[in-house]
């Protein structure tokens, strides 16, 4: 098989037997072409690379300038192809499997204040062209901060996980897990609230004999949710709106949010894991490192001995 073939073949069976997402789909086949676009320039074939090549790939990128981030990830998906390969018998060996990649840098994740967050929720009861936006906008704040889920999530949230009053949500997240969400009141009454407009929305006479959307937060797009791209272009204006730096406002930063603030406030780590679904606790102990480092600064800033020195 060429490697196009390879590729697609892979991709499938990650679909298939892992349940894996169109955007984690979607990196791998980037991660992959690169790859082979690289291994063909070089005269090499998937089926007779070697450790090598590999190597040699990953210093390629490296000179490229990339973070370390990015070529951890590049080596992680040319691994999994190749132990596929190694599965199906296309291959003897996986040249892939000692190679030992750059690691992941502990860049300590940006994190909005409580002030901060607090100016975004009220300037999303302003951002929007019509009332309907505005509810909208509210919801998705307000749910986003309830509860720490990742934007893929939120988006693409059933609009029957929400019938009722409900006091939890049922998410699915990466790999096909579900796991239950508290929700807040005011993310109750937001989510109350635009049930409600939509509704009104469904009544409408251009809308009567429609079908409904099956998506909490509809778009007229293929995908029949808002995007997160839309989503994310949404949060920039509320940022505006709020006087809050846009760089340091993306769904991303609300989710570190929710789990700083909760830590903040003496929740426990284990908990805190569960409700962001983080299938390692080694993955939510960075937030106490954002908390050690915010009280450092906090001693650093108002201690009257650090003030004289």
Known sequence: ???????????????????????????????????????????HSLDTLTRADVESYLVHSDAQGLSQATVARRLSSIKQLFRFAFEEGWRADNPAIQIRGPGRSKKLPKVLSQDEVDRLLHAARHTGRSHADRVRNICLLELLYATGMRVTELVTLPLAATQGDPRMLLVLG??????????????????????????????????KGLERSKFL??????????????????????????????????PHTLRHAFATHLLANGADLRAIQTLLGHADISTTEIYTHVLDERLKELVLTHHPLARDS
């Open 1 to 43: 098989m060429n490697a196009h073939r390879w590729i697609s073949t892979f991709l499938e069976a990650q679909s298939a037997e892992l349940g894996s997402a169109e955007n984690t789909l979607q990196a791998y086949g980037r991660d992959l072409m690169g790859f082979c676009d690289w291994a063909e320039d070089q005269g």
């Open 174 to 207: 990466k790999g096909g897990k579900e796991r239950m969400v508290p929700l807040s009141s005011s993310a109750r009454i937001a989510l109350s609230d635009w049930r409600a407009e939509l509704e009104i929305e469904a009544d409408l006479p251009k809308n």
């Open 217 to 250: 937060f509809p778009g007229r797009g293929k995908t029949g949710h808002l995007t997160r791209h839309r989503f994310f272009a949404l949060l920039k204006d509320m940022a505006f709106t709020a006087g809050v730096p846009a760089d340091k406002v993306t």
